[in-house]
């Protein structure tokens, strides 16, 4: 069996293989993008609780009674739901085999150019411990 490199599967998006590339290529570059979002605008699905093992929905702040809160889980429930529908589009969508070429660099591009904007919203929590 030939092996076949990620740009030339993505090209060929309509076969099943291309089909599973475009997803995950899609899933991983929209999944970065909303988990940076959700952690910048605190946009949790859930807030967890370990000292007391509760949840509450949404955004909330951490009380003396309840412990430390943790809100990681929940943005990472959140940036997967979106991710999910935004790559589930990504492939639907009649793309032109060119430009799904340029999700693989894309994706590249969105791990790096959000990762420091990440390290820094988290200075926060290493600060004020």
């Given amino acids: 069996m030939r092996e076949t490199s990620i740009s030339n599967a993505v090209s060929?998006?309509?076969?099943?293989?291309?089909?599973?590339?475009?997803?995950?290529?899609?899933?991983?570059?929209?999944a970065c993008i909303a988990y940076v979002c959700c952690d910048l605008f605190k946009l949790p699905l859930f807030t967890y609780y370990p000292a007391v093992d509760e949840y509450v929905f949404g955004f909330a702040k951490m009380t003396e009674s309840q412990g430390p809160a943790m809100y990681w889980y929940g943005w990472i429930v959140n940036a997967s739901l979106f991710a999910t529908v935004a790559a589930l589009i990504t492939t639907a969508?009649?793309?032109?085999?060119?430009?799904?070429?340029?999700i693989a660099h894309l994706l590249w591009l969105a791990v790096w150019g959000l990762l420091p904007v990440l390290i820094n919203s988290l200075n926060y929590y290493w600060t004020h411990v």
């Avoid at 969508?93 to 340029?102: D, G, H, I, M, V």
């Fill in 93 to 102: 969508l009649p793309l032109p085999n060119k430009s799904t070429q340029y």
């Fill in 12 to 30: 060929q998006k309509r076969t099943p293989t291309g089909q599973k590339l475009l997803f995950l290529l899609s899933f991983s570059f929209f």
